[in-house]
């Protein structure tokens, strides 16, 4: 019977990413305990970040769900926070604390349309349209 290895919740999260991501040597996890409990930070490389974070953030927040049962065995809550090569991070809590699933920036800003207005259009019926208009007549300034 093989031995019991225990895995830390750092290794966890670096195996999980390795596997996911093209740039494997390039996976970097930092450990640091928190007011709220284990807080784990993750860097990859800039082109790897859409893999971690995946569609919506559903790869992001599998992996936190993952973190959620390995932390529950040995009782201790374990925050993910995805940290952007390019200097700022991507914290993922809420204000409650609880993890939240956050969007890669884009390299290019997205400008957005305004949407247009219509404006209505009224059909005039064709003997209102024929009829000519009533001739104005001007004032002269003597009454």
């Given at each position: 019977?093989?031995?019991?290895?225990?895995?830390?919740?750092?290794?966890?999260?670096?195996?999980i990413?390795?596997?996911?991501?093209?740039?494997?040597?390039?996976?970097?996890?930092?450990?640091?305990?928190?007011?709220?409990?284990?807080?784990?930070?993750?860097t990859?490389?800039?082109?790897?970040?859409?893999?971690?974070?995946?569609?919506?953030?559903?790869?992001?927040?599998?992996?936190?769900?993952?973190?959620?049962?390995?932390?529950?065995?040995?009782?201790?809550?374990?925050?993910?926070k995805i940290v952007?090569?390019?200097?700022?991070?991507?914290?993922?809590?809420?204000?409650?604390?609880?993890?939240?699933?956050?969007?890669?920036?884009?390299?290019?800003p997205?400008?957005?349309?305004?949407?247009?207005?219509?404006?209505p259009?009224?059909?005039?019926?064709?003997e209102?349209?024929?009829?000519?208009?009533?001739?104005?007549?001007?004032?002269?300034?003597?009454?």
């Amino acid at each position: 019977m093989p031995a019991n290895t225990e895995i830390t919740d750092q290794e966890f999260v670096e195996s999980i990413v390795k596997a996911i991501v093209d740039h494997p040597d390039e996976v970097v996890t930092g450990r640091t305990l928190d007011e709220r409990g284990v807080l784990i930070q993750l860097t990859v490389n800039r082109e790897d970040m859409g893999k971690v974070i995946g569609r919506e953030g559903r790869t992001a927040k599998a992996i936190r769900s993952l973190l959620r049962v390995f932390g529950a065995r040995s009782e201790s809550r374990i925050n993910l926070k995805i940290v952007d090569p390019e200097g700022g991070s991507e914290d993922i809590r809420k204000e409650g604390g609880e993890p939240s699933i956050s969007e890669p920036k884009l390299e290019k800003p997205v400008t957005v349309a305004e949407p247009e207005t219509v404006t209505p259009v009224v059909e005039i019926p064709k003997e209102k349209a024929t009829e000519e208009k009533p001739t104005e007549e001007k004032a002269t300034g003597v009454f």
